[in-house]
DNA sequence: GGCTCCCGGGG
DNA sequence: GTGTACGGGAGCC
C-alpha cells in the first residue's frame, strides 16, 4: 500500500539512475524534518514544428546519433495541436530516453530544411519537471509512494505521482548565514591560492559560530578553536551537516567564500561533501560564479541585492555595510582589516575583536536574508522557480520564466531563444525611447515630483502590445495605429478583437497587484507588501524584455509601440501641467518635475490629482515628493541637455544624486572627496560661491603641492600578466619596470601610482608612490583629468569661467567654464 | 573613433 | 549541460 506525505519542496535536481533520469526534489515535510522526493517518471521532451504538409514524425524516430559511445534516440512522438504566437500550429513532441539527448537530437535536426523550427529543447530538465508538474518550490506538495533505502543525508522517498496540494507555503525556512576571514596583507591582492581562511563564522536561529585556528584567551562562548586550516574546513562541514540548513547565506559568497572555500579544501584534498546526496559543493566558472550544494540553497544576497533590489534605493555602492545600513539599518563592524595578518602573525591575543567582526558580518547576512527572503519567496511563488535560481536572475530572466510557466495554459510554444545571428541584427536594430524634455541646468528651489505609475505595463496591457497580435488581418484598418513619429518607418498596429498572450499576463499581474494595494491599505502586512513589491518589479519588466536581444518573445515593433505611447502620455501631462500655469524643469519617461515658484504644494497636489480623474482605468499619476533644493547638470561638458543627471535634496535631508557616475577605486580620493563635498555645499548650504572657493583652494593646493600624496594615488588591479597586454596603460608600464626589478609581479596584483610631470605620455610618467618624493606629482594632471572632471558638470551650470577657479591665463585648456 | 581594459563585491 | 547573459568610462592605438 503505497503511502501518502507531505513537503514543501525547497530545491530539486536530477540524476542518471540505471539509465533513467531521476528528479530528486529536497524538501522539508509538514513535520519539518528534511526529505528527498524522488520520481523517474518523467520522461524528456522537446517540439518539432514541420512545415506545412511534410512528413517529419517518421523521419524523427528512426534519428540515432552516437556520441562519445553513447546512443541518443527519440523513444516516440506526439503530434499535438498547439499555438505558437497566437497562431495554431501542428507540432510533434519528440520525447528522448535522457535528457541531454534533446540537445543532441535537435542538434542532429537544426538544418532539415522539412521543419520550420525546433522548440523549448533548451529548458532544464527540472524545470520542465515544474512546469509541467504544476508544482511551485515552497509551496505544500503531495507525494504518493514509499520510503526506501538509499545513500543520502535524509530520508528517500520515491514516488509514484507528485502533485501540488495547496498553496500553504514553507513559512520559516531554516537559514544559516556565514562569513570567512581570510590572511590578506596589506596592498596585497587576495590570492585563494596563496592564503589561507584565518576564520569562519556562522549565523543562524539561537547559533553563534567563530571558528579559527590560532588560539588565544577569550571568554567569548561561540569562539571554538581548531588546530589548523584543513580542521577549520572540516568544522565547516560538519556545522552545516548538523545544523541541516534549507539555506546557506552569504553575501558575496557565489564569487568570494565559496569559491576560496573550494580552493582551500582542493588544496587539502579535502571533499566538501555537503550536499544532501554527498555529492560536493560546486563552484562553477562561467560568465559570473555561482556556488551550488545539492539540496540545499545557497543564496548569495549581494547577488539578488544587485539583480533585483538594485534600483529601489539610493546608495553609491552594493557593499555589505551600504546595503545593512538601507535595509535592516545595521552597520559592519568598525575594524580596520589591514590589521588582521600582521595580528594573525604578530599578536595572536589581539585576535578577539575580529573574531567579533566575522560573527558580526554573518549575523548581517543572516538579517539580510530574514529581510529579502519574503520578496524571493514571493518571486518563487509568482514564477515558480526554485530560490536558488530566483536569487540569481536579472529581470529579463524573470519575464522569460514567468512566460514559459504561463505558456502552457495558453497552449503555447516558447519561441527558440535567438542564435549568433539573429543576436547579431537584433542589437544592431535601435528604436526611440522615452522622451525626455531636457532641463535648463541650473539650479532650481521647491521643486515637485510626479511620476506615472507603472506606466509601460499598463500601457502594454491596454494597447495589447504583443508580438502575436502585430498587424493581425482581422484589423487593418480599424485598429488604432502606433503613434510612432519616425516617418519612415511603416505604421502597424495590434489586434483589437482578440487579446495576446502577454497583455492577458501583465494585465493579471497589474490586478493582482492592485487588488493587493487595497488590502494593504486597510492594514500593513510584510509578506502582501512583499507580494506587491514582486508583482511590481515583474510587470515593470516586460517592456525591457520586449526590446531585448536575446528575449524568447522579442519583438522590436513591441518595443517600439511602449516607448511610443509612454511618449504620448507623458507629453500629455507635461501640456496640461503648462496649461495650469506650472514652470515643467525637466521630464523623464515617466516622471514629470515642476519649479512651484509662485505656486505652492497643495496646487501641485490637486493638480496630481485632476490629472487622475481624466486617466484610463489603469494609469495613475502619482505625486513623488517635494525637494526644496536641486541642481540639474549639463551630461557633457559644453553639450547642452542634461539627462538624468541631476541632484536634489529631498525635504527629510537626504540627497537624491542621479546619474553622477560613481566615482570609483580608480580614481584619486581628491576627485572623490571635491565632487563630494562640492554637491553638499551647494545643495545643503545653497552656497555656490563657497563650492567655488573650495574647488579654487583645491586647486591651489595641488599646485603649490598642499594636497598629501596618498590623496593623489590612483589603484589599478593587473587582470592578466604583463606580457599579456596588446594596450600598455598607466599601471602596466608600472607593473614591467617592477618585474624588471626582479620583484613578483603577475595578475591580480594592485598598482598604486602617481602621475608626475612631464611631457610624455601618462603612462610613462606614471610612478610609485614611494619614488615620488612629497609634492612630486603633477598638479595640472590631477587637476585637469581628475578634479576638474569630478565637478564639471557642476560648475558647468554655474557658469563660473577658468579665472574664477583660479586656473588662470596661459595654462593648458580646460574647457570653456574653466 | 574604435578597441582594449578595468570596475564592481569580497579580505 | 534540455550551455553560452553586464554595461559604462578612460586611455591607448
Known amino acids: 500500500m503505497p503511502e501518502k506525505i507531505r513537503f514543501f519542496p525547497v530545491e530539486l535536481t536530477y540524476r542518471i539512475e540505471n539509465d533513467r533520469a531521476v528528479i530528486h526534489i529536497f524538501g522539508r515535510t509538514e513535520k519539518n524534518e528534511q526529505i528527498c522526493v524522488i520520481d523517474d517518471n518523467f520522461e524528456p521532451y522537446f517540439y518539432v514544428v514541420p512545415k506545412k504538409g511534410k512528413d517529419v514524425q517518421e523521419k524523427l524516430e528512426k534519428i540515432r546519433v552516437e556520441r562519445e559511445k553513447e546512443i541518443s534516440a527519440v523513444t516516440r512522438t506526439e503530434t499535438i495541436q498547439k499555438k505558437f504566437l497566437g497562431r495554431d500550429v501542428e507540432a510533434i513532441k519528440v520525447y528522448t530516453r535522457l535528457p541531454r539527448d534533446v540537445p543532441i537530437i535537435r542538434e542532429t535536426i537544426k538544418e532539415w530544411d522539412i521543419i520550420e523550427s525546433a ?28 520510503f526506501v533505502s538509499q545513500r543520502s543525508r535524509v530520508p528517500v522517498f520515491k514516488a509514484v505521482n507528485v502533485k501540488q496540494y495547496s498553496d500553504d507555503s514553507l513559512e520559516k525556512p531554516r537559514v544559516l548565514a556565514f562569513d570567512i576571514e581570510t590572511y590578506s596583507p ?125 534600483g529601489t534605493f539610493d546608495i553609491e555602492a552594493y557593499s ?180 495576446g498572450f502577454i497583455p492577458t499576463i501583465i494585465e493579471d499581474l497589474i490586478t493582482r497587484r492592485m487588488r493587493i494595494k487595497e488590502i494593504l491599505k486597510e492594514k500593513k502586512s510584510p509578506l502582501l507588501s512583499a507580494r506587491e513589491y514582486s508583482l511590481k518589479l515583474l510587470a515593470n519588466s516586460f517592456y525591457g524584455y520586449l526590446g531585448f536581444f536575446a528575449a524568447r518573445w522579442y519583438s522590436i515593433e513591441c518595443a517600439r509601440a511602449v516607448t511610443a505611447w509612454g511618449r504620448h502620455y507623458i507629453q500629455d501631462v507635461i501640456s496640461k501641467a503648462q496649461k495650469a500655469g506650472f514652470n515643467v524643469i525637466y521630464s523623464d519617461t515617466d516622471s514629470v518635475f515642476l519649479a512651484l515658484e509662485k505656486k505652492t504644494k497643495k496646487d501641485a497636489e490637486q493638480f496630481v490629482e485632476k490629472i487622475n480623474l481624466e486617466l484610463p482605468g489603469l494609469m495613475e499619476l502619482e505625486y513623488e515628493g517635494l525637494y526644496p533644493n536641486g541642481i540639474f547638470v549639463s551630461a557633457k561638458a559644453g553639450e547642452a541637455g542634461a539627462k538624468k543627471k541631476y541632484a536634489m535634496l529631498s525635504e527629510e535631508g537626504t540627497l537624491k544624486i542621479r546619474g553622477f557616475e560613481m566615482v570609483r577605486r580608480n580614481w584619486s580620493p581628491i576627485a572623490k572627496d571635491v565632487q563630494e563635498k562640492v554637491l553638499n555645499i551647494i545643495l545643503r548650504e545653497n552656497n555656490k560661491e563657497k563650492a567655488l572657493n573650495y574647488v579654487r583652494e583645491v586647486i591651489k593646493d595641488l599646485k603649490e603641492k598642499k594636497i598629501p600624496m596618498d590623496k593623489v594615488v590612483i589603484h589599478t588591479q593587473l587582470q592578466k600578466e604583463t606580457g599579456d597586454y596588446a594596450a600598455i596603460g598607466p599601471h602596466v608600464a608600472i607593473a614591467k619596470k617592477l618585474k624588471e626589478k626582479g620583484l613578483e609581479i603577475g595578475a591580480g596584483f594592485m598598482i598604486k601610482y602617481v602621475v608626475t610631470k612631464g611631457k610624455e605620455k601618462i603612462r610613462d610618467r606614471a610612478k610609485l608612490p614611494e619614488d615620488v618624493k612629497e609634492g612630486g606629482y603633477d598638479a595640472d594632471y590631477y587637476i585637469e583629468n581628475q578634479v576638474i572632471p569630478a565637478v564639471e558638470r557642476i560648475f558647468n551650470v554655474l557658469g563660473y569661467t577658468k579665472e574664477d577657479l583660479g586656473w588662470g591665463e596661459g595654462q593648458k585648456k580646460l574647457g570653456k567654464f574653466f
Not at 121 to 138: H, M
Open 119 to 146: 522548440n523549448e529543447y533548451d529548458i532544464q530538465f527540472r524545470i520542465r519537471y515544474l512546469i509541467d508538474k504544476n508544482i511551485t518550490p515552497l509551496t505544500l506538495t503531495e507525494a504518493e509512494g514509499d
Open 320 to 499: 555589505l555595510n551600504n546595503i545593512a545600513s538601507e535595509l535592516i539599518g545595521e552597520k559592519k563592524m568598525e575594524v580596520n582589516l589591514d590589521e588582521l595578518s600582521p595580528v594573525w602573525d604578530k599578536n595572536p591575543e589581539q585576535l578577539e575583536k575580529f573574531c567579533r567582526y566575522n560573527l558580526h558580518d554573518s549575523a548581517l547576512a543572516f538579517r539580510l536574508c530574514e529581510k529579502l527572503l519574503p520578496n524571493m519567496t514571493e518571486l518563487v511563488k509568482i514564477i515558480g522557480l526554485p530560490l536558488y535560481d530566483i536569487n540569481r536572475m536579472g529581470f529579463s530572466q524573470l519575464v522569460e520564466s514567468y512566460l514559459l510557466k504561463q505558456a502552457p495554459n495558453f497552449n503555447e510554444i516558447a519561441p527558440e531563444k535567438p542564435h549568433n545571428e539573429a543576436i547579431k541584427q537584433r542589437r544592431m536594430q535601435t528604436y526611440k525611447g522615452a522622451f525626455v524634455f531636457e532641463p535648463k541646468p541650473g539650479l532650481y528651489r521647491d521643486i515637485a515630483v510626479f511620476d506615472y505609475r507603472s506606466l509601460y505595463p499598463s500601457i502594454i496591457s491596454s494597447h495589447n502590445i504583443d508580438p502575436g497580435m502585430l498587424n493581425c488581418s482581422c484589423c487593418k484598418g480599424e485598429a488604432k495605429l502606433t503613434p510612432i513619429e519616425d516617418e519612415e518607418k511603416e505604421k502597424y498596429w495590434f489586434c483589437i478583437k482578440r487579446k
Open 186 to 310: 596589506a596592498g596585497k591582492v587576495i590570492a585563494p591560492d596563496k592564503n589561507p581562511i584565518i576564520m569562519l563564522s556562522f549565523y543562524g536561529e539561537n547559533f553563534e559560530k567563530v571558528i579559527t585556528w590560532k588560539r588565544f584567551k577569550t571568554s567569548l562562548p561561540y569562539i571554538e578553536f581548531v588546530d589548523s586550516e584543513a580542521e577549520l574546513l572540516d568544522a565547516f562541514k560538519n556545522v552545516i551537516n548538523h545544523y541541516k540548513p534549507d539555506i546557506l547565506a552569504g553575501y558575496f559568497s557565489d564569487e568570494f567564500d565559496m569559491p576560496y572555500i573550494r580552493t582551500r579544501a582542493d588544496k587539502y584534498k579535502i571533499k566538501l561533501d555537503i550536499g544532501l546526496d554527498y555529492s560536493e559543493l560546486k563552484v562553477k566558472h562561467g560568465k559570473a560564479v555561482v556556488s551550488d550544494i545539492t539540496g540545499i540553497t545557497h543564496l548569495d544576497l549581494f547577488k539578488f541585492v544587485v539583480k533585483t533590489m538594485g
